[in-house]
């Protein structure tokens, strides 16, 4: 009998749950825009692509393929492996959920939210439990090291909330401070690394921030947790979350043409310098700003030890 490689099985199941992916969301999250007169076509760095359904085609490069890895692959030039951690990276996929989202998969009351080529679009935030504030608060406070006061402004300001699952809720606003997303981060000590966006999120059409009145310098941070940690460290700016390493925000050419001073304070890890890297070129007046530590939580964190 041919022994069981379970490196092999393990690749081979990340596979699967990458391939699930939406290719539209997946050029989002790349920081592709799509062209303004045909929804199916990208500009990308790669040059004009087009999708249907699983399929994808470069149109500069005479090229097509089909599915999440082989585009990933398309746009980075990673190799394969390189390509699914990059999408579990991109999505916040976790080894621990390749089984529960298997099983999920197939039953159709609980599809994976990036499985419904595009159809779940209304906005459906956690619903909202007031008697399990006192445990978002301990877990921002003690493990993250926010002050009191700062946690206490975010909740006063309804921009934080906790869940029925004790889950920190924190809302992406946009034009008219109107709630167009949210990040959810876990409190749990067994899951601090948990974290999503509430299915329907819109993050072209806003963000999660935090400023210092009058502020006119914007400090771009990969999470509302880190841009948190950064306002709390340097408070005189307007701290932003981008709610994942992106190197195009929809929304940076309003900060851009506003002339503020703009800084991309992304994680100091393959991914963020990456990211970086892409946005000052997409956008040379940018300046990279990078925290000590592998991001700036840990930075505030390191300095309340």
Known sequence: MTPCNCNEIEIRNRADMARTIDLEELLKRSGCDRYRFDKNKWHTPQGAISIKGEKFFNWNAGFGGGGAISLVMHLTGYDFKSSIDWIFR????????????????????????????????????????????????????????????????????????????????????????????????????????????????????GCFYIRDKGAKKVVLCESAIDAVSYFVLHRKCLAISTSGANPNPYWIIYFINQGFEIFCAFDADETGERTANRMRELYPMIKRLRPEKHDWNDVLRSKEL
């Open 90 to 205: 991109h999505f916040y996929l976790s080894d621990i959920s390749i089984n529960r989202n298997r099983s999920a998969a197939c039953n159709k009351r609980n599809p994976h939210p990036h499985n419904d080529k595009g159809k779940c679009k209304t906005l459906r935030l956690p619903p909202r439990d007031d008697s399990k504030l006192f445990q978002i608060r301990r877990y921002l406070m003690h493990r993250r090291c926010l002050p009191k006061t700062v946690v206490d402004y975010l909740i006063d300001r309804h921009v934080l909330y906790a869940d029925d699952k004790a889950n920190a809720v924190f809302l992406l606003l946009g034009k008219g401070k109107k709630v167009v997303g949210a990040e959810i981060r876990g409190t749990n000590d067994n899951f601090r690394k948990w974290y999503a966006l509430a299915t329907g999120t819109k993050k072209r059409d």
